[in-house]
């Protein structure tokens, strides 16, 4: 499976962006997604994850009420719809694919997008 990841950009505090990740190959729809951001310096944190029918999501609390994941099997997409951005959602983003578990270990997924840079502005 190889991982697009796009959409990201510069945005003022408070603005929004919707980032997509579109995956190849015939088997999307039975792998888990997940987002993970990396802002500079830190670590890799986990944003969000969604299970493979897309019946279940699971958030960060840093995200919760903001942030909102879907995905499309048809279009073998996922989609990060971010409102109210703040500063500190300043991160490359990535997306994931993985097995339908503990979606905010990034050691449960197997494949990753190349990440796309979410710059907020204050």
């Known amino acids: 499976v190889q991982l697009q990841a796009s959409g990201g950009g510069l945005v003022q505090a408070g603005g929004s962006l919707r980032l997509s990740c579109t995956a190849s190959g015939r088997t999307f729809s039975s792998y888990g997604m997940g987002w993970f951001r990396q802002a500079p310096g830190k670590g890799r944190e986990f944003v969000v994850g969604?299970?493979?029918?897309?019946?279940?999501?699971y958030y960060a609390d840093s995200v919760k009420g903001r942030f909102t994941i879907s995905r499309d099997n048809t279009k073998n997409t996922v989609y990060l719809q971010m409102n109210s951005l703040k500063p500190e959602d300043t991160a490359v983003y990535y997306c994931?694919?993985?097995?339908?578990?503990?979606?905010?270990?990034?050691?449960?997924?197997?494949?990753w997008g190349q990440g796309t840079l979410v710059t907020v502005s204050s």
């Open positions: 969604i299970s493979p029918g897309g019946g279940s999501t």
């Open positions: 994931a694919a993985s097995g339908d578990s503990d979606y905010d270990d990034p050691y449960e997924y197997t494949y």
